[in-house]
């Protein structure tokens, strides 16, 4: 049995019609040639986005873990003023403020409680948290509980390993697409 490949050839006649005659040589310069660059750059692309990842030292996770738990707390709190001066301009960027610095507390540094919608310039960055309002603010929004819970446990360490980093990338990722489809 013959199998037909295209035109109702077989594939060496086929072959021989691409290279012998004009039309197979337009429909070559056409198709065939722009397909099979389009797999090579998706395959090099493959071969890069894989030598990156098998670069990427813990820094760079918790990077990437940072990036994607801040989008989130973005999302979850779009609706809400921000934490410490109760702002709900829309002009503004808005940032994932932390009460208790990622820096000096790193047990806290992904904790949902610890980190709120915050005005980047004004709050965040100029008054360098405004924390005494964002104390206020915190403890009507979680209560005075967790509040402690926060205060008792922000000297606790925090040391999280490769694989629970990519778990927290892939939990935040699957809350973060829970937000967008709302």
């Known amino acids: 049995m013959v199998i037909r490949y295209r035109y109702g050839l077989c594939l060496s006649c086929f072959r021989k019609w691409l290279y012998s005659t004009d039309a197979g040589q337009k429909h070559l310069k056409k198709q065939i040639i722009p397909q099979a660059k389009k797999e090579v750059k998706r395959k090099e692309k493959k071969v890069i986005k894989e030598m990156k990842q098998s670069l990427k030292t813990h820094k760079d996770y918790l990077s990437d873990l940072q990036k994607v ?5 973005r999302l979850r709190d779009q609706n809400e003023p921000c934490i410490s001066c109760g702002t709900t301009k829309t002009n503004i960027q808005y940032a994932a403020g932390h009460y208790y610095p990622m820096g000096n507390y790193s047990f806290l540094r992904f904790h949902e409680d610890n980190v709120h919608k915050q005005c980047n310039k004004k709050c965040n960055m100029m008054l360098s ?8 603010n915190l403890v009507k929004k979680i209560g005075k509980e967790k509040l402690q819970w926060l205060d008792d446990n922000r000297h606790n360490e925090l040391k999280l390993s490769i694989p629970e980093i990519k778990e927290l ?3 935040y990722k699957n809350k973060i697409k ?3 489809s709302k």
């Open 69 to 73: 738990f801040n989008k989130f707390i």
């Open 169 to 171: 990338i892939i939990k």
């Open 129 to 136: 948290g405004n924390l005494i309002e964002y104390r206020k």
């Open 178 to 180: 829970h937000y967008e």
